[in-house]
């Protein structure tokens, strides 16, 4: 492993310098004034990032994972149905913890690469006349299979079934990357992490909750205390946390929603679109398809690769990072072994890409697939010379 190289995998993602030094600092008092110059800038650069005027930012020293829990726990009573839908290794782990904690789950078995199946949602959705079902998950980007799914046509099919359930989103590889409009899609509980777009360690949960989302806190049932929303909203009109917050990466988060912000969200999200296109440049250069199965699910902060029949692609990840020092992600769940992924999101630019492409390339000359070296380069700079963006322009 070089500390040199940047890494690919889909997270953590790389750290740049600036929030390197935000997240490094001297204790500080968590009950002093300093803190709130912390923790409000820290929570409403989260509620623009999550394009909401009306969310209620909470943050937990925690990760995605404590995330989902939060969201679940805070709104939900034994036996509540939930409906979600399983295609990828993250949504399976979001559905698993719901049965854990005795929530009833209709769940839409749905082909790894694929998306959200809006139009089965919909059937389900109209025929619960009763109003049984009170939340539906959504995994806006599957960072197992590098698929994205359509949030605002789930709000479309809860619309069109005049259906009140709640809409969760798992935005942790897409939020502060792709574009993410919790407002406008109805999202009503948006669930993220530091590690990822927000180019931080990991440690901390974010969320944001609507007004919708809010007023079920107290009919919920499902037992929480670390996790509970009302302790914090509390703690926050004091400035205060109602445990130890961690001081540091709130600072880095202070500061890597500034960084957002300045470069301008669209811009953020035009940069990962452009980076992405170079990466499928080069993967269809290499004569390979992603695991995605059609271009409208392609994600913009990973892709996954599918390596030819009868080749490992661990054997692939394992070389990469013992020979060339370079982190790609694995495949996991039922794309073991089938595909390796490449990250490319968070602190990342054309040229850490090429990067990223040329060392596959290397891998894959070194195991013996027939990919010309150069080829996938070659197909990316191609794509990079010609689609410079003028946030780009304007940085240099
Ligand atoms: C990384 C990730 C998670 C899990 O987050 P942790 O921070 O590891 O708990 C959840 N969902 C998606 C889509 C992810 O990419």
């Known amino acids: 492993m070089s500390f040199q190289n940047p890494v690919f995998i889909p997270g953590p993602t790389n750290i740049p310098?600036?929030?390197?030094?935000?997240?490094?600092?001297?204790t500080l008092d968590h009950r002093s004034a300093l803190f709130g110059e912390i923790l409000h800038p820290a929570l409403n650069g989260v509620k623009q990032i999550l394009k909401s005027r009306t969310a209620q930012i909470f943050i937990f020293p925690s990760t995605g994972t404590g995330g989902w829990e939060t969201a679940i726990t805070n709104t939900l009573s034994p036996g509540d149905r939930v409906l979600a839908a399983r295609n990828g290794m993250f949504s399976h782990r979001w559905i698993d913890m719901c049965e854990r904690h005795g929530l009833k789950?209709?769940?839409v078995d749905t082909p790894w690469?694929?998306?959200?199946?809006?139009?089965?949602y919909e059937e389900i959705l109209s025929a619960d006349t009763a109003h049984e079902i009170k939340v539906v998950l959504a995994t806006h980007n599957e960072t197992a299979t590098g698929v994205k799914s359509d949030i605002a046509a789930v709000r479309a099919a809860l619309d069109a079934a005049a259906h009140p359930a709640l809409l969760y989103v798992d935005g942790v590889s897409s939020i502060a990357s792709m574009d993410f409009r919790m407002e406008e899609w109805g999202v009503d509980i948006a669930v993220t992490g530091s590690q990822k777009g927000f180019m931080l360690p990991a440690g901390l949960a974010i969320l944001g909750f609507s007004p919708k989302a809010m007023a079920v806190l107290d009919s919920a049932?499902?037992?929480?205390?670390?996790?509970?929303?009302?302790?914090?909203?509390?703690?926050?009109?004091?400035?205060?946390?109602p445990f130890t917050p961690a001081v540091g990466l709130l600072n880095g988060l202070k500061h890597s929603t500034q960084m957002l912000l300045a470069e301008g969200l669209e811009n953020v999200f035009a940069r990962h679109a452009r980076i992405a296109g170079g990466v499928r440049a080069a993967i269809a250069a290499w004569g390979m398809d992603l695991c995605a199965r059609s271009p409208e699910l392609y994600s913009d902060t990973?892709?996954?690769?599918?390596?030819?029949?009868?080749?490992?692609?661990?054997?692939?990840?394992?070389?990469?990072?013992?020979?060339?020092?370079?982190?790609?992600?694995?495949g996991m769940g039922e794309v073991a072994g089938k595909v390796f992924r490449i990250g490319h999101l968070g602190s990342m630019t054309d040229v850490m890409a090429l990067s990223g492409i040329a060392t596959a390339e290397m891998c894959m000359a070194d195991l013996g697939l027939n990919v010309p070296l150069g080829s996938g380069v070659a197909a990316a700079q191609d794509f990079y010379r010609t689609r410079t963006t003028d946030s780009l322009r304007e940085a240099a």
């Open 221 to 241: 049932r499902l037992p929480r205390t670390f996790f509970d929303v009302r302790d914090m909203a509390a703690s926050y009109e004091n400035s205060l946390y």
């Open 105 to 107: 789950m209709d769940v």
């Open 17 to 26: 310098e600036e929030l390197r030094r935000a997240a490094d600092m001297p």
């Open 302 to 330: 990973v892709s996954a690769v599918v390596t030819p029949e009868g080749f490992n692609s661990l054997d692939l990840v394992t070389h990469a990072l013992e020979k060339y020092g370079v982190a790609y992600g694995i």
């Open 113 to 120: 690469g694929t998306g959200l199946p809006v139009a089965r």
